[in-house]
């Protein structure tokens, strides 16, 4: 098994569905009888959160506050082991079974004139338009952002998962494998870049706060979605210092993990550009990539603070739901 899967096991796309209740009732509140939406998606993020029995070291008191707040959902299935085919199923109402897409289709290929199926679905922002919403999205939402003029507003597509060092800490992108017919990973780990507002994902939460501060006359739904904790596992030393190696304990790991997965699953899995939980374990890799994995959650976490306390204290804040 793969490191990028053991990480990722149960959600590649995403991982937890949170409905939070309205807050407190605010004297700036938004007189409108629908309510806003406030759509947030984490890319890679899987069930090592405080809200779900945590596991070692974790540390999300932002998610946890969220969930203590609302309705969290704790036996959520992802529809495909993939991003791209989970994300295409959750934005069209539709199963991969009924789609046909099974991979990384690209989002304005979604909905084309081959697919008999999705040629003229309506996409999840477009029904809230429809019903009188304004629309706005940014970061990772579809597989990449989203098909064009689906927003009424967009902060544009995700260019990469970087920032990127000039030279990769420990793994080259590449393994074992023959290079020309595997491609390259992401996958790396270490603590890169020097601040956060360096950022994609901390760019797109200035995005969704400055917007926030704007005024409306309609009800808005408001996607953002996060790169991290997609591989590579790159955030500044502060979030690596929040979880100290020796603090952390390696997850159960069964050698023969795989052996009741059917063919397909194993040719998917099989990727020797991933680094094996077997090398992981046996180059003293496997705590500093769990170490990498958590610093990214808390990154991330931290975010999802700055946006919550921005709503709170906005005019929206009495009237706005929110999804995760």
Same mark, same amino acid.
């Given at each position: 098994m793969t490191i990028n899967k053991?990480?990722?096991i149960v959600l590649p796309a995403l991982m937890l569905l949170i409905s939070c209740q309205k807050t407190k009732r605010s004297t700036?509140?938004?007189?409108?009888?629908?309510?806003?939406?406030?759509?947030?998606?984490?890319?890679d993020l899987n069930n090592w959160i405080g809200?779900?029995?945590?596991?070692?070291?974790?540390?999300?008191?932002?998610?946890?506050?969220?969930?203590?707040?609302?309705?969290?959902?704790?036996?959520a299935h992802c529809q495909a082991p993939l991003c791209g085919p989970s994300r295409a199923s959750l934005m069209t109402g539709l199963r991969p079974s009924t789609t046909g897409i099974y991979g990384m289709t690209p989002d304005n290929e979604i909905r084309r004139p081959g697919?008999?199926?999705?040629?003229? +679905?309506?996409?999840?922002?477009?029904? #809230?338009?429809?019903? *009188?919403?304004?629309?706005? /999205?940014? !970061?990772?939402?579809?597989? +990449?952002?989203?098909?064009?003029?689906? #927003?009424?507003?967009? *902060?544009?597509?995700?260019? /990469?998962? !970087?920032?990127?060092?000039e030279k990769r800490f420990v793994w080259d992108g590449f393994g074992a494998s023959d290079r020309k017919y595997y491609g390259r990973t992401n996958?790396?780990?270490?603590?890169?870049?020097?601040?956060?507002?360096?950022?994609?994902?901390?760019?797109?939460?200035?995005?969704?706060?400055?917007?926030?501060?704007?005024?409306?006359?309609?009800p808005f739904f408001m996607g953002?979605?996060?790169?991290?904790?997609?591989?590579?596992?790159?955030?500044?030393?502060?979030?690596?210092?929040?979880?100290?190696?020796?603090?952390?304990?390696?997850?159960?790991?069964?050698?023969?993990?795989?052996?009741?997965?059917?063919?397909?699953?194993?040719?998917?899995n099989d990727l020797p550009m991933m680094p094996s939980t077997k090398w992981a374990k046996e180059s003293g890799e496997w705590k500093k990539i769990i170490q990498a994995y958590l610093a990214c959650v808390s990154f991330v976490d931290y975010e999802i603070g700055r946006v919550m306390e921005v709503l709170k204290e906005s005019k929206y804040a009495d009237n706005t739901l929110i999804v995760l």
């Open positions: 053991l990480l990722c700036k509140q938004v007189k409108q009888e629908k309510p806003n939406v406030l759509f947030i998606s984490i890319d809200c779900l029995n945590g596991y070692s070291n974790t540390k999300t008191p932002n998610l946890d506050k969220l969930a203590a707040r609302g309705v969290l959902f704790s036996n697919n008999v199926i999705t040629k003229d +679905i309506t996409f999840l922002p477009e029904y #809230f338009e429809n019903n *009188g919403y304004h629309t706005m /999205g940014i !970061g990772k939402l579809f597989h +990449i952002h989203a098909p064009d003029s689906v #927003f009424n507003e967009s *902060g544009g597509r995700v260019k /990469g998962f !970087g920032p990127f060092p996958t790396d780990w270490g603590a890169f870049p020097e601040s956060d507002s360096l950022m994609p994902d901390h760019q797109s939460v200035d995005w969704v706060i400055e917007r926030l501060n704007k005024n409306y006359d309609k953002l979605g996060f790169l991290r904790v997609h591989v590579p596992l790159y955030v500044p030393q502060k979030w690596f210092d929040l979880h100290p190696l020796e603090g952390i304990k390696t997850p159960p790991y069964l050698a023969d993990d795989l052996s009741d997965i059917p063919p397909i699953g194993l040719k998917i």
